[in-house]
């Protein structure tokens, strides 16, 4: 009889080519996404001269350079932007991978179409030259950020060389009340175990809370592992993510879809296996939550006075905190809900799903918003379902900026960024220091309180305006 095993590692075994002496494995790559940001990796490959090895496997799209505003290259202005976006479909063309440019209704960020258009599967190994591509893990498979010399090995050989990390239990107990999402829950677990508790290890979300949160959540929760540290955060998959996955369009098809998802079935953590480290939350005494400071662990619940750093006995975090406070110019015991915002921005890979933008519709409908407030969605596909279902004009009756799709705002490499000094609301899930723009202030929220703060002005109780109606 063999150990119990988490799901974790029946994934990492499935894909071990071979392991060295030094602790090294080689790993199997099922699929390789690449953004407009990939092109040292297809010059690594030239200079090499390699070729890919498997480009049914490889699948592109620009996102990080992508106007929100101009759907042609023809119509792009920022001849820089133009050009990175130009050379992820030229090395498409060369190599024979799969490409959704910008006039094709499947571009959008690489961490929303990949789960969208069911390239994303339980049980794969992804890669992705981007940090936030953790998010992927929520579907039941490993996945990770890569470097460029690293993506260049990945388009070769189809294959990666890794340690295998440490593995964690973060258990989320209770339940999850009114107004808390995804968002809340990531930046609940940071806040309590700082950014750096993930170092080292893989991650697995596990408890009643990760069950009831929908498929749009758990991606929000695992796209924000990164900013615990970890570069892997997995979800073991269920009969939400078959439904999610049932019909989409790179999802197995016939005998191929009854098969995998018998094998998906069996890919859930043993009952016994054992964990390196194990973390618990209380899911039921979450509230929606903002960040005050610059790092995500800079988080509190909205009710909450801002910290005082003469409280924190460690001298290095307290000075941490008192420069996040001089940066940010708010006060010890501030109440965030009587802070005003200059722009709210729902968007990024965090936050794009449709699922965000239902929610946040549902706080804007019939209001009109107090400040310049835009939304992208994450993808073609995304922002058509949700003209269908009438989003667009709530948003846009109510004032709102209604975008194509891209990472936005959320990095600023296509130009969407804050005006130096504003202060944001933002479903994005980076606060570092100029984030959005030199001296510009992020706060992180859910896709209801960017909503809520967009009606109202300032940082607001999503929860208390939706009680008011």
């Not at 999850?176 to 697995?204: H, M, R, T």
């Not at 940010?328 to 794009?352: A, E, H, K, Y």
């Amino acid at each position: 009889m063999t150990a119990p095993k988490t799901i974790f590692a029946k994934i990492w075994e499935a894909h071990e080519v071979v392991k060295r002496d030094d602790g090294q494995s080689l790993l199997y790559v099922d699929r390789h996404i690449l953004h407009d940001g990939s092109f040292h990796a297809f010059g690594m490959l030239r200079d090499a001269s390699r070729t890919v090895r498997r480009p049914y496997q490889t699948f592109g799209t620009p996102d990080h350079y992508a106007s929100t505003v101009e759907r042609t290259l023809d119509e792009m202005t920022d001849l820089e932007a133009r050009e990175k976006v130009e050379m992820l479909a030229s090395n498409a063309d060369e190599f024979g991978i799969h490409h959704f440019g910008l006039e094709d209704s499947r571009m959008g960020i690489v961490h929303v179409i990949g789960p969208e258009l069911g390239i994303t599967q339980p049980g794969i190994l992804l890669c992705c030259g981007d940090s936030h591509t953790s998010t992927h893990g929520a579907m039941g498979c490993i996945s990770f950020g890569i470097g460029a010399s690293e993506a260049s090995h990945v388009l070769a050989t189809q294959s990666i060389w890794q340690s295998k990390p440490k593995s964690m239990r973060v258990t989320v107990t209770g339940q999850l009340g009114f107004g808390v999402s995804g968002k809340d829950v990531a930046l609940a677990l940071i806040a309590q175990e700082s950014a750096s508790c993930g170092v080292g290890y893989a991650i697995e979300y596990a408890g009643p809370c990760i069950n009831q949160l929908d498929i749009e959540g758990r991606l929000t929760l695992s796209n924000m592992t990164i900013e615990a540290g970890s570069r892997i955060g997995l979800i073991a998959p269920d009969e939400k993510t078959i439904k999610f996955l049932e019909g989409a369009e790179f999802a197995p098809k016939g005998r191929k879809w009854d098969l995998a998802v018998e094998a998906w079935k069996g890919l859930p953590t043993d009952e016994g296996a054992e964990f390196d480290k194990e973390v618990t939350l209380n899911g039921s005494t979450i509230a929606p939550m903002i960040t005050w400071g610059t790092s995500p662990q800079h988080a509190i619940r909205i009710t909450e006075p801002i910290p005082d750093p003469e409280a924190e006995p460690d001298s290095e975090k307290r000075e941490e905190m008192k420069r996040a406070l001089t940066y940010t110019g708010l006060m010890p015991g501030q109440l965030m809900t009587d802070v005003s915002v200059d722009r709210v921005f729902i968007g990024s890979c965090t936050n794009s799903r449709i699922q965000d933008l239902r929610l946040a519709a549902e706080v804007v409908k019939g209001q009109r918003v107090k400040v310049w407030s835009m939304i992208s969605p994450g993808s073609g596909k995304i922002r058509q379902q949700a003209e269908a279902e009438g989003l667009d004009r709530i948003f846009t009756d109510a004032g709102f900026d209604w975008r194509h799709s891209g990472c936005s705002m959320c990095v600023g490499l296509n130009g969407d960024l804050l005006n130096k000094g504003e202060r944001s609301a933002s479903t994005s899930n980076r606060n570092f220091e100029g984030r959005q723009g030199p001296e510009t202030r992020t706060h992180l929220v859910s896709p209801a309180m960017a909503a809520a703060a967009a009606v109202t002005g300032k940082f607001t109780d999503v929860r208390t305006l939706m009680e008011r109606r």
